[in-house]
């Protein structure tokens, strides 16, 4: 058994030389450059396979509102966060929280690039009103690999479609000078953009029209539903309600006019919430970079230890027996060393890697400030209307739900001839 290992080590020794030539080999590659020269263009354009260019064909343009995507955290039967499956899957919650944020807010710049719509939103959920809704949930996100699950639907309950992105970044990003400070996810968010934009190319003006108006009467709704509801046709069907229209009020109706100053003024307070949107989004973006490029590399490599493992699983069975049976028929060092190369297999995960790296800890200990919360903190601000001040508190998505109370209150008020303000 001893004699057979010496000639066992020049094989191996023949083998690494062989794989080396022919990764050199394989290496060798060929300019693909085949005109030099001046020539007519004047230079060399550089893009990328990203770029689109958009040119909207029509005069009707929707509202769209991006609610904070959903973090993607595992929950127990009772709702609350799973912290087994939290720790079993490597999350970190408040860099998701903050995530969630950042990618509602990169979904947004992605669709301002093509032009087709009037006013794009991030919300604090899906309350917010809308032509469109841009719904977005995390399903992985490790710094390398990111995995998004979009739906897109109109104010009428229809689901225009659903589908799944993946983009993994490379482990070379960084090395480009151009990248520095860029979105790493970038592309992602631009194919999510194109994805909405063919689903809005199949919309009639016709249907955007109508959508516009649902959206309209569904606000209305609210505050006069005795007036307002009839024009709409509620009906129910397996995946919720769907809207459509029995008629329109009038352009002089009242009660119509009076809503809409209400809904200018709920929409007032989502533009000026973009402020705060933004002001977070540059708030975080210098400790989310640094802390992506410090650890993609980390999160490359567990991903191909992983793919080891996977792989390995495969002939687990025939290691463990053969390991069993080197030791059991050769006391030799050689067989000890085959056996244990054998029967050890090394994995981390992201967490690890970062607990023992001091700078990481810092840089994921800010991350984790910054995404305490499902919702951003904006300050407590007053807002006047119809000579009422209106008080505001908390995050974004309670002083959004405190507006829509006093409005409501106020218009139940003016709307009630007995009581006047």
């Given amino acids: ?24 080999s394989a290496c060798q590659t060929t300019h693909s450059v085949n005109s030099v020269g001046p020539n007519a263009s004047g230079g060399t354009t550089l893009g990328s396979v990203q770029d689109r260019t958009y040119n909207y064909p029509s005069d009707v343009y929707l509202s769209v509102a991006i609610p904070v995507f959903d973090p993607g955290l595992p929950l127990d039967a009772q709702g609350n966060l799973d912290y087994g499956k939290v720790h079993d899957l490597d999350i970190w919650p408040q860099v998701r929280r903050l995530e969630a944020n950042r990618f509602a807010i990169e979904t947004k710049r992605a669709l301002a690039e093509t032009n087709a719509f009037s006013n794009l939103s991030v919300t604090p959920d899906t309350s917010a009103t809308a032509d469109v809704y ?11 690999t990111l995995k998004l699950s979009v739906r897109v639907m109109d104010a009428t309950n229809h689901m225009w479609g659903e589908r799944t992105f993946e983009y993994r970044v490379h482990e070379g990003f960084y090395r480009d000078a151009f990248n520095q400070g860029k979105n790493p996810y970038e592309p992602m968010f631009k194919h999510i953009a194109g994805y909405v934009y063919d689903l809005l190319l199949r919309r009639s003006d016709e249907d955007k029209q109508t959508i516009q108006r649902v959206a309209q009467l569904r606000y209305a709704a609210m505050y006069s539903p005795e007036s307002m509801a009839p024009y709409l046709d509620e009906r129910s069907t ?43 989004y540059a708030e975080s973006d210098s400790s989310y970079l640094d802390y992506h490029r410090e650890t993609l590399p980390i999160a490359a490599e567990i991903r191909r230890e992983k793919a080891r493992r996977a792989s390995q699983q495969i002939t687990a069975v025939l290691a463990a027996v053969g390991a069993a049976l080197l030791i059991r028929n050769s006391d030799s060092t050689e067989a000890e060393v ?14 690890g890697a970062v607990e023992s790296n001091r700078n990481l800890r810092f840089q994921r200990q800010q991350l984790s400030e910054m995404g305490q919360s499902l ?42 001839p007995d009581n006047q303000l």
């Fill in 134 to 144: 841009v719904l977005g949930k995390i399903d992985h996100s490790d710094t390398e």
């Fill in 375 to 416: 919702d951003i903190k904006v300050t407590p601000q007053v807002v006047e209307f119809n000579n009422q001040r209106i008080e505001l508190q908390g995050s974004a998505r309670e002083q959004y739900t405190q507006l829509r109370a006093q409005l409501k209150a106020i218009h139940a008020v003016e709307s009630t």
């Fill in 1 to 24: 058994m001893k004699n057979l290992w010496p000639n066992y080590h020049m094989v191996l020794q023949v083998l690494a030389g062989a794989v080396i030539a022919l990764t050199l």
């Fill in 338 to 351: 085959g056996a244990y190369v054998l029967g050890v297999t090394s994995l981390y995960n992201l967490s």
């Fill in 238 to 280: 397996r995946n919720g309600t769907r809207y459509s229209l029995n008629g329109f009020p009038a352009e002089n109706n009242p009660m119509f006019q009076r809503i809409q100053v209400i809904q200018a003024e709920d929409q007032a307070f989502i533009d000026n919430l973009q402020t705060n949107y933004d002001a977070f």
